[in-house]
């Protein structure tokens, strides 16, 4: 079964660019997560889906960062105009569905850098 | 509120060491879940295990080894003989049902590995 695909892996721009970052699920699964990891900390969750709605975006800067996930499949999540401080890992996890006993299952990340 | 403490920054050990990784967790539910998951230099998090809170047996799967205990909230993870391909940060989560029913997951900020040969 494959896993959560992410791309791109590594993303270097300067500060008030955007970039946009893509994420397919692992196959069937209805919930889809977008986490932010800050360089020596756990990941902090900025958006979460089922299917195609959102149902936490509660940590989400939305003056900034913005998330679709038009088909309930893949996602995207953008950063205009990205800040030196969301230099980080960003992550995709997806999970069967919603509730605290799913376990999530993550992808590899992007690693973005702001200069 | 949910809370995930990992005291431990780094550990290091030499091959074969058996290493400790300390978990202590705060939440408010009597329902809860906690997890565990490695992440390797590569960047990817990997899932080790899955714990409820109703259930309090101790795990072991090959050369790893949980100790959940609900009198002092923690939920310890043993590595035994360790391996240089141990080597990672290990990160605690908890999800529950009182702050979000949703499943989102509080992590804690992870515990270096550094395993030499």
């Known amino acids: 079964e494959a896993g959560v695909a992410q791309s791109p892996r590594y993303k270097i721009i300067e500060k008030r660019q955007s970039v946009a970052f893509w994420c397919n699920p692992i196959?069937?699964?209805?919930?889809l997560y977008w986490y932010q990891q800050i360089l020596g900390q756990g990941p902090k969750l900025l958006i979460q889906f089922q299917n195609n709605g959102v149902v936490d975006d509660s940590q989400l800067p939305k003056d900034r960062f913005s998330a679709e996930r038009l088909k309930g499949v893949d996602s995207t999540l953008k950063i205009q105009p990205a800040k030196l401080e969301d230099s980080a890992v960003y992550l995709c996890?997806?999970?069967?569905?919603?509730?605290?006993?799913?376990?999530?299952?993550f992808g590899p990340g992007t690693r973005l850098l702001v200069l | 509120a949910q809370k995930v403490t990992q005291a431990q920054t780094e550990i290091s050990v030499v091959e074969k060491e058996d290493v400790t990784l300390d978990c202590v967790y705060e939440?408010?539910?009597?329902?809860?879940?906690l997890f565990w998951y490695k992440q390797p230099p590569s960047g990817e998090l990997v899932f080790l295990i899955r714990r409820n809170s109703f259930d309090e047996q101790n795990e072991i799967s090959g050369r790893y080894s949980w100790n959940f205990q609900k009198s002092t909230s923690s939920f310890n993870f043993t590595i035994t003989a360790s391996q240089v391909v141990d080597s990672a940060v290990y990160f605690c989560a908890l999800s529950d049902l009182t702050t979000d029913s949703w499943g989102k997951l509080q992590f804690g900020a992870g515990t270096q590995v550094v395993v030499t040969p």
């Open positions: 939440t408010r539910d009597t329902t809860y879940y």
């Open positions: 996890a997806s999970s069967g569905t919603s509730g605290a006993q799913e376990t999530q299952y």
């Open positions: 196959s069937g699964h209805a919930t």
